[in-house]
């Protein structure tokens, strides 16, 4: 990068918010995937009128221009793959304000889920969408890649809270979508298309959302299957009682022995645990509900359950499904974590197929399954060793047999939450079609014509995205 | 005022001066899985807002090193000694990672090989001329006991 670029940089934000020292480009050159990028410089902006500057500088120079939140990314998402500029949001991180009366909130990119729910705490409300990595993920970061969680069952995922955003334009440009109500139909829903742009469209300065009343009763209980075609039975047992839990996970054999390692609990042998939690304002709904899930699962014959009858029981209860990703971490060098879709139906077979996969690469991989069973999405957490080109070698054949063997011919999706990314390029012409690939290359040329934002990352460019090295 | 830098890595002679880290926290900094959970609260990065002066930042410093994509510079000084080693981020890692103690051995072997922020540099400095730290004439030693 040309040095006058630099100093104009350093004109927009200041001297102390741009970073070129090769630690900070190095620590910012992966997200939680495989992959490695080196930026040319970070910045770090503090308003959207600065982002705007930034963005009209880049597209002048046809500088890439790589949005950053916290940068848990599973999928290569901010990762900087053409040099360029990393837009770090940190100091971005404003609640700006908290219309009570409207069950409003606006904030910036950059502010943590965890810290915007411990805001809305004493006032009795929350913001729904629950990433495993809430207390590191910005919000930010959860409209790039449409971030859902094990609530998403009944209270969706991000998109279906964010009511407007201010977005900034390659070229500078500062536009706002949606609105303020809760209806609107005066544009082509372009709050949705950015949610899950993966920061290929523009940067996301501003964001209005809904917040909801936070439940005060849970009930939880939780079901042992010796076959994962009853748990699957469970499962849309479950599904079609008409009730909407708030959560229904699923956890298999291999997460649950791990899991029941780390935690030092005695679980009984089994081939699946199934989780199902109700909650709400009332607590006489919140019962029958659990009730009526309760007697809905146990038609599929589970070997052991247990109805969580107090907090303690329910933190009990929770605890496994909790550990699973902490204690398949400790297993390996290496913790990738998928994220695949499949219909309900399709999850006890999808799972069994999984649990095939190690052999077919001779067991240079393992794999624990776990997941929020009511949606079909699956967390098949890949163990293996980076270094060892074999092993690397090994876990890129695996997700090609996930992707090809299991979720794609069960009408599933390659990604329910977690991003396109570098990591799932290659498989999006298969779920979607050359066709709709040159579509979203149309919408992308639309808005960032000199290809500026983000660029050849997954999502416009399926299988012609760039994937750098390890 | 930042310039463009250059991207030089180190030797495996040079990898192996930092013995306390490739002996025993290499494969640590590998299983890094990069998730932040030691991030938010971490004090030096409430402080100064970069990621290399984060928990998550100081440990990918380390893997850097031990990959040979990173060679000390004054930066990774300051990055690294201004960790307080409040052990923060050791309750947080999911991946269960000695993260304080990694954050040592990378200090040790910075300093062991003569790499020390400023302060530090003094102290060293000190020590080696006047046997003590506060640069005092180690022949005044016992003058304060005349004084009574
Ligand atoms: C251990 C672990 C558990 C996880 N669990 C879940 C889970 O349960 N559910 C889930 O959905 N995800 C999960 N994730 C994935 C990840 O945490 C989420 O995708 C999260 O929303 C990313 O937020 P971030 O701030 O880290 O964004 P980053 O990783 O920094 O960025 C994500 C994407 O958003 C873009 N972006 C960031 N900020 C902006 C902006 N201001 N404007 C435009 N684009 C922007 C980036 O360019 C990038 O493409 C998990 C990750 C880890 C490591
Ligand atoms: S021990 Fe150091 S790196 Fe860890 S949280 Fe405390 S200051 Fe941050
Ligand atoms: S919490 Fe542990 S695994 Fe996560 S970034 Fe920090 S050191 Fe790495």
């Known amino acids: 990068m040309r040095e006058e670029i630099l100093r104009e940089l350093e004109k927009i934000v200041g001297e102390d918010d741009v970073s070129t020292d090769p630690v900070e480009i190095y620590v910012h050159s992966r997200d939680s995937a495989l992959f490695q990028g080196f930026a040319d410089v970070i910045v770090r902006p503090e308003s959207t009128e600065e982002v705007s500057q930034i963005l009209k500088l880049a597209n002048d120079y046809k500088i890439p221009v790589y949005p950053r939140g916290s940068g848990t990314s599973i999928c290569g998402g901010p990762i900087p793959v053409l040099g360029g500029i990393v837009l770090a949001m940190y100091k971005m991180n404003r609640i700006i304000e908290f219309d009570r009366e409207n069950l409003m909130v606006t904030v910036e990119p950059g502010v943590i889920c965890d810290d915007l729910n411990e805001f809305l705490a004493p006032y009795g409300y929350f913001f729904p969408p629950d990433p495993g990595s809430s207390n590191a993920a910005t919000i930010g970061g959860m409209v790039g890649h449409n971030a859902g969680g094990m609530l998403a069952l009944k209270y969706g995922t991000t998109k279906d809270w964010i009511q407007w955003l201010e977005v900034v334009l390659p070229g500078g440009k500062v536009i706002r979508t949606g609105s303020n109500t809760l209806k609107s139909v005066s544009d082509y829903d372009l709050t949705k298309l950015f949610c899950a742009s993966e920061g290929t469209l523009g940067v996301v300065t501003k964001i209005g959302m809904r917040v909801a009343p936070k439940p005060k009763y849970y009930r939880t209980v939780l079901f042992y299957f010796d076959d994962l075609r009853k748990a699957g039975n469970a499962i849309v047992n479950v599904r079609s009682s008409g009730v909407v839990p708030a959560a229904l996970e699923i956890i298999d054999r291999i997460s649950m022995k791990t899991a029941g390692e780390y935690t030092g609990m005695d679980l009984p042998e089994a081939e699946a645990m199934l989780i199902v939690q109700t909650d709400g304002l009332v607590e006489e709904q919140v019962q029958r509900e659990i009730e009526i899930c309760f007697e809905a699962a146990k038609k599929a014959e589970p070997i052991e359950w247990m109805m969580a009858e107090t907090e303690e029981e329910r933190n009990k209860a929770w605890a496994i499904r909790k550990a699973c990703f902490p204690a398949l971490a400790r297993k390996a060098i290496t913790t990738i974590i998928e994220d695949m879709c499949v219909p309900i139906t399709k999850i006890p077979d999808a799972l069994v197929e999984i649990q095939k996969i190690p052999e077919r690469v001779n067991n240079l991989v393992s794999i624990g399954t776990y997941g929020h069973a009511g949606d079909g999405n699956l967390h098949p957490t890949f163990l293996f060793d980076e270094r060892d080109p074999e092993e690397r070698e090994a876990f890129f054949k695996a997700t090609k047999i996930l992707y090809d063997e299991v979720v794609l011919p069960r009408g599933g999706s390659i990604t329910g939450e977690h991003g396109i990314g570098i990591a799932r390029s290659k498989y999006i012409p298969k779920q979607l079609g050359k066709e709709t690939i040159e579509l979203m290359k149309g919408i992308k040329k639309v808005f960032d014509p000199n290809n500026i934002m983000n660029p050849m990352k997954g999502k416009p460019y399926g299988d012609e995205a760039i994937i750098p090295e390890i | ?148």
């Not at chain 2, 970069?50 to 930042?57: K, Q, T």
């Not at chain 2, 954050?103 to 003590?132: F, M, S």
């Open chain 2, 1 to 148: 005022m930042s310039e463009v830098k250059e991207f030089k890595g180190l030797s495996k002679e040079e990898i192996k001066k930092f013995e306390f880290l490739s002996d025993k926290y290499a494969d640590d900094t590998f299983k890094c899985i990069r998730c932040s959970y030691c991030q938010a609260k971490c004090p030096s990065w409430e402080e100064f807002g970069w990621v290399s002066h984060s928990a998550r930042g100081r440990i990918q410093t380390a893997r850097g090193i031990v990959e040979g994509k990173l060679r000390p510079s004054e930066y990774m000084l300051r990055a690294v000694f201004t960790c307080n080693m409040c052990d923060y981020c050791l309750l947080k890692c999911p991946a269960g990672l000695p993260t304080t103690d990694i954050i040592r051995a990378l200090k040790h072997d910075l300093a062991k090989q003569g790499y020390y922020v400023g302060v530090h540099k003094k102290l060293v400095e000190r020590i080696q001329k006047y046997g003590n730290p506060y640069g005092e004439d180690p022949a005044k030693r016992a003058d304060w006991m005349k004084e009574e």
